[in-house]
């Protein structure tokens, strides 16, 4: 099934009167739309409380949530202390989407920096690996990681052709990858990334 919905709360849904995301629920599905993205974009900060009301009123509404891990994460950095922050935001987003109801967690694994496209995806398969490890430790195996490409200029890896390359390997068949195709339809003027 292919679900629709917004990644956070729109303008009209404030200048509608409402105040809180659990109330979003109700709104998205009145609206006939059944998925909602939470958006951690600048780091972590919903407590387990309030993910389990939002959780409360999205399964009464049938909306699905996914959230989207912070965008300070960058698996391809070489530095250990970097990337042990990704792993942290990985992993505290994944916790919040657990509670939330949800168990999908989008990321931009990366960026290049200076460094050889083949070399940044190396990286950034290896540190997916090592996420999903931490993931099973942490119990939390059933969230999936979606490695969300972008189709712009100066984007974070992989494009949509990197994507298959990019994947941590048939094992992990259950990791999908998030095509950003709403940026893709805006660079190209038409959809890139077909089988959503």
């Not at 009123?57 to 250990?80: M, W």
């Not at 940044?120 to 942490?138: Q, S, T």
């Not at 972008?150 to 298959?164: F, Y």
Request: include cysteine; hydrophobic fraction near 35%.
């Amino acid at each position: 099934m292919i679900r629709f919905g917004p990644s956070g709360n729109s303008e009209s849904f404030y200048a509608q009167g409402y105040k809180h995301t659990y109330q979003a629920m109700e709104w998205l599905e009145n609206m006939g739309l059944n998925a909602y993205e939470y958006s951690f974009g600048r780091g972590v900060n919903l407590s387990d409380e309030s993910a389990a009301l939002i959780a409360k009123y999205a399964a009464a509404h049938h909306i699905k949530i996914s959230v989207h891990a912070p965008y300070f994460i960058n698996l391809a950095n070489p530095d250990p202390e970097k990337r042990e922050h990704s792993y942290d935001y990985i992993l505290s987003s994944a916790h919040a989407a657990d509670i939330l109801g949800g168990d999908r967690v989008v990321v931009h694994v990366g960026a290049e920096m200076k460094m050889q496209r083949d070399e940044a995806l190396r990286l950034c398969r290896e540190g997916l690996k090592e996420a999903l490890l931490r993931l099973k430790d942490a119990g939390l195996s059933h969230v999936h990681i979606c490695p969300e490409t972008r189709a712009n200029a100066g984007c974070p890896l992989p494009l949509p052709g990197a994507s298959r390359r990019f994947c941590p390997g048939e094992k992990q068949k259950s990791q999908g990858v998030n095509h950003d195709s709403i940026r893709a339809f805006g660079q190209f003027g038409k959809l890139l990334c077909a089988g959503l």
